[in-house]
Structure formats: structure tokens, C-alpha cells
């Protein structure tokens, strides 16, 4: 079992930055592939970045890429999301998700955290 806690979103202006983290629970953390998504209002859930349980190899939705940046701290069970240019656009409730060896999709989500980039 783990548990996924986000923080770090909150209200911006466009072109400004954030930094989420997500801590989570348990020994097996170096383990698990970490991503995060985002779901707008309206809209369904979307991938926006993942990274592999050594921290090689990062994932970006097109619509990020370049912007954003995922890394990870194995010995501090967390993992980040550098939020650089953002814009209006990106406003989501953003969230962590966890997926384990030879597993096909995510396991484990946290709970979210809002991010509202103002125009």
C-alpha cells in the first residue's frame, strides 16, 4: 500500500512558476514509476509527466514539454513537478499517481492539489 500526499499548488500569474511535491508512504517508493496528471474543470484526466523508479528516461505531455520538469528524491520518498511559464491553460487540480514493476497502469493517487495560473 501507499499513500500519495500532494502540496505546493496554489494561485499564479501567468509565466510564473510553482514546484509540487508529492510524498509518499511506504519502503517500496524507489520502486514504483511516478507520474503526475492533471484534470481541468469540464475535462477529463490527462497525463502530463512521468519518470522511472531510477529517475531516468522522463515523460512529458506535449503540451508541457519544455515547461515543466519531474525528478525524484528516493531517500526522501518524494517526488517534484517544476512548473516553469505557465499558463491559464494549466489551470488543474493536479495530482501524483504511483505504478508498480510490470504493472500496465497506476495503482495508487493522491488526492490533489488545485493550481490556478491567472491571465
Known amino acids: 500500500q501507499v499513500q500519495l500526499v500532494e502540496s505546493g499548488g496554489g494561485l499564479v500569474q501567468a509565466g510564473g512558476s510553482l514546484r509540487l511535491s508529492c510524498a509518499a508512504s511506504?519502503?517500496?517508493?524507489?520502486?514504483?514509476?511516478m507520474g503526475w496528471f492533471r484534470q481541468a474543470p469540464g475535462k477529463e484526466r490527462e497525463f502530463v509527466a512521468s519518470?522511472?523508479?531510477?529517475?531516468?528516461?522522463?515523460n512529458y505531455a506535449d503540451s508541457v514539454k519544455g515547461r515543466f520538469t519531474i525528478s525524484r528524491d528516493n531517500a526522501r520518498n518524494t517526488v517534484y513537478l517544476q512548473m516553469d511559464g505557465l499558463k491559464p491553460e494549466d489551470t488543474a487540480v493536479y495530482s501524483c499517481a504511483a505504478k508498480a514493476p510490470y504493472y500496465s497502469s497506476y495503482e495508487y493517487w493522491g488526492q490533489g492539489t488545485q493550481v490556478t495560473v491567472s491571465s
Open positions: 511506504g519502503r517500496t517508493f524507489s520502486t514504483y514509476t
Open positions: 519518470i522511472r523508479r531510477n529517475g531516468d528516461s522522463p
